[in-house]
């Protein structure tokens, strides 16, 4: 058996002819596995990084493929809509009169229209008279709401609101309703005698047709809704957000003013003719 030698003491190599090993230096082998536990981690490091970059670009592919994709917990807001604009072609909001009802929950969906109910009366049967139409001219006399004794009352050239008189008065006080000259939706009014009410620098006058253009559209009023139940507001053709209004008890064209003075004097009434 090979003898164990004592190994000699490291302090006292001079002594016994032992010297260290001087080519490496102490620790290698510890520093070597270390930097490579560092490769490893930082290896390690990278691929869970490119892993989760290459999971966040398929999850945002997805998300941009789908607009319409909602996540939960997330607010979504109507897009409004659009208001209803005002009927008529001056664009001025229409007054009620009535109370307004409570609003429905489904306003925006159109109620179906009711059926109308079959008449009772019987049928024309043949060979039988037929039912009289209504007569082409309509003769209306213009009534002041806020005075109600008062008409508009046409006497030397101008129109005035004026209360009945005599027989004379009366028809003055009455006026042919026609189709608008201007505008067949509209109004325009005639007096006995065949001249018709227009404006002239914004004054109602009563005038011969001289048959203009411009005279036609002067005479062209367009019923609107009034404040008042039952009345109307006439709005100018050619001049539109302008209505007939009394001031001083003279029939003028006046500027929309949202007052209630203003509702009052613009607001008339169209009743069976005087005369």
Not at 117 to 129: T, V
């Amino acid at each position: 058996m090979p003898e164990n030698k004592s190994r000699p003491p490291q302090d006292q190599p001079w002594e016994n002819g032992w010297a260290p090993d001087t080519s490496r230096a102490p620790g290698t082998r510890r520093l070597w596995l270390a930097g490579m536990m560092a490769v490893a981690t930082i290896a390690a490091c990278a691929t869970a990084i490119v892993v989760t970059d290459r999971a966040s670009d398929e999850q945002s592919r997805t998300a941009s493929a789908d607009d319409n994709t909602t996540f939960p917990g997330l607010i979504s807001y109507a897009t409004p809509s659009q208001a209803t604009p005002p009927e008529g072609k001056s664009g001025l909001s229409t007054v009620e009169a009535t109370t307004k009802t409570p609003r429905q929950q489904d306003a925006g969906t159109p109620k179906p229209e009711p059926k109308p109910e079959p008449s009772e009366s019987p049928s024309r049967e043949a060979g039988s008279p037929a039912a009289p139409k209504p007569p082409a001219t309509t003769w209306r006399s213009v009534r002041s709401v806020n005075y109600p004794d008062r008409y508009w009352h046409a006497s030397g050239g101008y129109v005035k609101l004026d209360p009945v008189g005599g027989s004379e008065s009366r028809e003055d006080s009455t006026f042919k309703q026609v189709k608008g000259l201007a505008d067949g939706s509209c109004y325009s009014f005639a007096t006995a005698d065949g001249a018709y009410l227009r404006h002239r620098n914004f004054v109602l006058r009563s005038e011969r047709h001289d048959g203009s253009a411009l005279f036609a559209q002067d005479a062209t009023f367009c019923a609107r809704s009034a404040a008042y139940s039952g009345a109307v507001m006439l709005e100018s053709v050619n001049y539109p957000g302008r209505f007939l209004r009394h001031r001083d008890f003279q029939l003028r064209l006046e500027p929309y003013e949202h007052s209630g003075q203003y509702l009052a004097d613009s607001a008339f009434r169209l009743v069976a003719g005087l005369a």
